[in-house]
């Protein structure tokens, strides 16, 4: 339990039970999908597989934004325990020496990649939290990427995010450090406080469109129904 919590292989059960049930992707044909595809899948075997994993718990699944503080305390508390710190630091290492032998534009487009699934994570944990659960979720960055003095890149446009067929621009850029180096204390809290604002401004923008719209908390209701029929298990 110290160095691999079951919270963490139960989590990843459901992200790997809906790659291969909802998506149809195997460990046999997963390299057939790349790009924008397999980045897609990742977000909704994600965000899906969060909300099986608190199902397994018992939590009731919310979408219309609506939470008690113990259930909000619950989600929180099973999603922090969503951890196995050896293991995912071992993980780091290992990322880290990979991703240092790539050529500067590959390395770029790995940085660009874990960016956005951390911020899709972190929206959707906090959506769960917050009785919004969305059964779409993407993450994407805009303009063009402009070099650095340290020949590393950046972009000048804001993100946006996709939650339940909704775009929203958010009023923040994107920091991306390089993932080939070690990140100074300094740098990972950067990177972490500018993922919490990314996602607090796409939360804030989709919790007002659900307060203002019947027709999305119907929508938001009926995905999650659609889904629960699909796979057969009970939302």
């Known amino acids: 339990m110290t160095s691999c919590a079951a919270n963490y292989l139960l989590k990843n059960f459901w992200h790997n039970y809906v790659h291969r049930e909802v998506q149809g992707i195997t460990s046999e044909n997963y390299h057939d999908f790349g790009g924008i595809a397999r980045d897609q899948s990742d977000f909704t075997a994600d965000n899906v597989g969060t ?14 934004g609506r939470s008690s503080p113990e259930r909000r305390a619950a989600v929180r508390d099973l999603i922090n325990r969503n951890r196995c710190n050896l293991v995912f630091a071992e993980r780091d290492r290992l990322r880290i020496e990979k991703t240092s032998q790539l050529p500067t534009e590959e390395r770029w487009a790995e940085a660009q990649w874990q960016f956005r699934r951390r911020v899709a994570m972190t929206i959707s944990n906090q959506l769960l939290e917050r009785g919004a659960a969305v059964t779409s979720l993407g993450v994407y960055l805009r303009g063009p990427q402009r070099p650095t003095r340290e ?9 946006v995010i996709e939650l339940n067929g909704r775009y929203l621009v958010c009023d923040h850029m994107p920091y991306i450090p390089d993932p080939a180096r070690d990140p100074k204390p300094r740098t990972r809290a950067t990177a972490y406080q500018r993922r919490q604002e990314l996602a607090n401004s796409a939360i804030g923008q989709y919790m007002s469109l659900l307060d203002q719209s019947q027709e999305l908390r119907t929508y938001a209701e009926n995905s999650l129904a ?3 029929a699909r796979i057969k298990v009970p939302l």
């Open 51 to 64: 909300v099986l994993f608190l199902k397994s718990y018992g939590v009731e699944i919310l979408t219309r």
């Open 151 to 159: 020949q590393w890149f950046f972009y000048n446009r804001n993100v």
């Open 226 to 228: 659609a889904l629960a």
